[in-house]
C-alpha cells in the first residue's frame, strides 16, 4: 500500500488549529514572543556556566579535529549537575600535550558514535575497531587539512 493510499483518521472529523501556550488557545505575536522567553530563559538556566566555559571552548576549537567531534550543542544540553564533563575537559587541557588531547576528543566522540550505534541499530562495535578507527580518522582528517 502506497503511503498517499492511507487514510489519515478513520473517523471523519476536521483539522483544528491548537495553541496550548496559553489559556485562550490562540496564537498571537505576543504568546509566540512569550514561548521564545520561556524557551530562552530555560536555555540559560539549564547551563548557566556557559560563559565560564567559554576558555575551554576556545582551547578545544584550536585543536586539530574534526569539528563534529567537538559538537557544541550537546554538551550545552547538560544539566547543571553535569559541571564534571567540563572539569575532565579542563584537567585534560591543562595535562595532555596537543596531540594527545586530539587523540583523547575524537576516541571520545568514536565511542559516542559506537554507543549510538549499539542503542539504535543493534550493532556492536569491538573496541580494538573503534581505537583503529578513531586513530585512522584523525589521521586522515588532518593529512586533508594539512594539504
Known sequence: MKILQMPLSRLPSRDVLVWKENQAQTFSVKSAYQVAQRLREQSRIEHSGVVADQSIWR??????????????????????????IFMLLRCLL??????????????????????NKFYFEHIQTHPKVILDGAFGYLQEYQKLVAA
Not at 582551547?59 to 564534571?84: F, H, I, M, S, T
Not at 595532555?96 to 571520545?108: I, Y
Open 94 to 115: 591543562d595535562k595532555l600535550p596537543q596531540q594527545e588531547l586530539e587523540r583523547w576528543v575524537v576516541t571520545a566522540w568514536v565511542i559516542w558514535d559506537a554507543r
Open 59 to 84: 582551547r578545544l576549537c584550536r585543536l586539530n579535529v574534526p569539528p563534529k567531534a567537538l559538537y557544541r550543542g550537546n554538551l550545552q544540553k547538560c544539566p547543571n549537575e553535569a559541571q564534571d
